[in-house]
């Protein structure tokens, strides 16, 4: 009886553990923007005991594009990727790469006979980069893109949209530069592939810059018809010729999705997507639209609209060009409702106002939440891009010097990039403060 009794306690401790294993089990992983579904014939990625992320060998590497294999004799798995090939064996914490030997910071091991590996040493030596998001669980896996490299290294950002000379911007010093693709808005007065590979040539990173939350009058794509279409909304009091737009509409994405073409043939390295926050918009119930059957019911859903939106932007660049690079400016709070894809399916961020609104300090609790927002974005691999308008053409040379020390000692502390411009906004003019 006690024999029996010892054997029914065993099996329920076994059960215990494994259910309470299972809880730490909600982990999620990316691999260039695309989630990787996850079963119970393909296994799950949890947390171990030591709080190290371990990921089913098979399902992760095959997505990324590697071969996998088992070597019964050896008890370890192989990986053969783009001229790699690396050899796991269980329950060791190194691995081989053509014969060398790497430590690795965690075991492989064995679960449910399913081979789980940490995954971050192995994507590195084939040539990839991982991320994690500690707020969702979200393992990020890209294959290595070599301009999203370069803008993380670099720090001498430009945002000029306006009067915009070529020859200037090379001999200016900068190294990022946020620039419209067209002098005046048209098709016309488009800049020329040529000169955006000068930009390119000179070690300059061209990033164009697109409304994805307004249509705009002054655009190519503007007809007069668009205002009796469904998707189109208000126009922007404080931006005339700026129209509200219901990002959702396939009619409206397919708008910047020709447009996107036309920065990827010009060979821009990346679109810098504004009016992101547009999803605080349209859940506003004093936005005076007429309200459409299609339209958000809620903050939450108008965000998660727009992050599948800022999804289908970046799968869609990425088919065409491996490298190019997606930033949203503005809207971080839309991370309150990201469950991963968001941070997955973007290469940095660009926030305006951070520090101070024109020349007026912000206080510190209207700073904060952006500012765990942009840490959260960056601890996941991405880089900041930050601009405020604070130089004033009537104020002292005292006055601006001393609002961009302050501005630069935050930007520096923080690790982001920056970009110092009139408090006008018309990001019309190279502005250097020594």
Request: proline letters at 2%; glycine letters at 4%.
């Given at each position: 009886?006690?024999?029996?009794?010892?054997?029914?306690?065993?099996?329920?401790?076994?059960?215990?553990?494994?259910?309470?294993e299972n809880l730490t089990s909600n982990v999620s992983v990316f691999i260039d923007g695309n989630k990787v579904i996850f079963n119970e014939n393909l296994a799950s990625p949890f947390v171990d005991k030591n709080n190290r992320t371990l990921v089913p060998l098979r399902t992760v590497f095959e997505k990324y594009g590697a071969k996998v294999n088992w070597n019964f004799l050896k008890q370890e798995a192989t990986i053969d990727y783009n001229n790699?090939?690396?050899?796991?064996?269980?329950?060791?914490?190194?691995?081989?790469?053509?014969?060398?030997?790497?430590?690795?910071?965690?075991?492989?091991?064995?679960?449910?006979?399913?081979?789980?590996?940490?995954?971050?040493?192995?994507?590195?030596?084939?040539?990839?980069?991982?991320?994690?998001?500690?707020?969702?669980?979200?393992?990020?896996?890209?294959?290595?893109?070599?301009?999203?490299?370069?803008?993380?290294?670099?720090?001498?950002?430009?945002?000029?949209?306006?009067?915009?000379?070529?020859?200037?911007?090379?001999?200016?010093?900068?190294?990022?530069?946020?620039?419209?693709?067209?002098?005046?808005?048209?098709?016309?007065?488009?800049?020329?592939?040529?000169?955006?590979?000068?930009?390119?040539?000179?070690?300059?990173?061209?990033?164009?810059?697109?409304?994805?939350?307004?249509?705009?009058?002054?655009?190519?794509?503007?007809?007069?018809?668009?205002?009796?279409?469904?998707?189109?909304?208000?126009?922007?009091?404080?931006?005339?010729?700026?129209?509200?737009?219901?990002?959702?509409?396939?009619?409206?994405?397919?708008?910047?999705?020709?447009?996107?073409?036309?920065?990827?043939?010009?060979?821009?390295?990346?679109?810098?997507?504004?009016?992101?926050?547009?999803?605080?918009?349209?859940?506003?119930?004093?936005?005076?639209?007429?309200?459409?059957?299609?339209?958000?019911?809620?903050?939450?859903?108008?965000?998660?609209?727009?992050?599948?939106?800022?999804?289908?932007?970046?799968?869609?660049?990425?088919?065409?060009?491996?490298?190019?690079?997606?930033?949203?400016?503005?809207?971080?709070?839309?991370?309150?409702?990201?469950?991963?894809?968001?941070?997955?399916?973007?290469?940095?961020?660009?926030?305006?106002?951070?520090?101070?609104?024109?020349?007026?300090?912000?206080?510190?609790?209207?700073?904060?939440?952006?500012?765990?927002?942009?840490?959260?974005?960056?601890?996941?691999?991405?880089?900041?891009?930050?601009?405020?308008?604070?130089?004033?053409?009537?104020?002292?040379?005292?006055?601006?010097?001393?609002?961009?020390?302050?501005?630069?000692?935050?930007?520096?502390?923080?690790?982001?990039?920056?970009?110092?411009?009139?408090?006008?906004?018309?990001?019309?003019?190279?502005?250097?403060?020594?």
């Amino acid at each position: 009886m006690k024999k029996i009794l010892l054997i029914i306690i065993f099996q329920i401790v076994v059960i215990t553990f494994t259910f309470s294993e299972n809880l730490t089990s909600n982990v999620s992983v990316f691999i260039d923007g695309n989630k990787v579904i996850f079963n119970e014939n393909l296994a799950s990625p949890f947390v171990d005991k030591n709080n190290r992320t371990l990921v089913p060998l098979r399902t992760v590497f095959e997505k990324y594009g590697a071969k996998v294999n088992w070597n019964f004799l050896k008890q370890e798995a192989t990986i053969d990727y783009n001229n790699h090939f690396l050899e796991i064996p269980i329950g060791e914490n190194y691995i081989y790469e053509d014969n060398i030997k790497y430590k690795n910071f965690a075991k492989a091991i064995i679960k449910n006979n399913r081979t789980y590996i940490p995954v971050r040493k192995i994507i590195e030596l084939i040539g990839g980069k991982v991320n994690y998001d500690s707020n969702t669980k979200t393992v990020i896996i890209n294959h290595n893109y070599k301009v999203r490299d370069e803008v993380l290294i670099k720090n001498k950002l430009l945002y000029q949209l306006q009067n915009l000379n070529i020859d200037d911007v090379i001999n200016s010093g900068y190294k990022i530069i946020i620039m419209d693709y067209s002098e005046d808005g048209s098709e016309n007065d488009a800049y020329s592939k040529d000169e955006i590979q000068r930009l390119k040539n000179s070690k300059i990173t061209p990033l164009a810059y697109i409304s994805i939350g307004e249509a705009e009058k002054y655009r190519y794509y503007w007809n007069d018809t668009f205002k009796k279409e469904n998707f189109i909304g208000i126009e922007n009091r404080d931006w005339q010729g700026n129209y509200k737009v219901r990002y959702w509409d396939s009619e409206w994405k397919n708008i910047v999705f020709t447009y996107l073409d036309k920065l990827i043939d010009s060979g821009f390295d990346g679109a810098y997507l504004d009016i992101v926050d547009a999803y605080e918009y349209w859940s506003d119930d004093e936005n005076k639209e007429k309200n459409l059957f299609s339209d958000p019911k809620s903050e939450k859903q108008s965000a998660k609209l727009m992050i599948q939106f800022i999804k289908e932007i970046n799968q869609y660049c990425k088919s065409k060009n491996p490298n190019f690079l997606v930033i949203p400016q503005n809207g971080s709070n839309i991370i309150d409702y990201d469950d991963g894809t968001y941070i997955s399916n973007i290469d940095g961020i660009g926030i305006e106002d951070l520090w101070f609104m024109e020349t007026e300090r912000r206080e510190d609790n209207d700073v904060y939440k952006r500012l765990q927002n942009l840490q959260t974005i960056k601890n996941a691999g991405k880089f900041v891009l930050v601009t405020d308008y604070i130089y004033d053409d009537f104020d002292t040379k005292e006055n601006n010097t001393k609002r961009a020390s302050i501005f630069i000692n935050e930007a520096n502390q923080n690790g982001f990039k920056y970009y110092i411009s009139n408090r006008n906004r018309n990001l019309d003019e190279i502005l250097k403060i020594k």
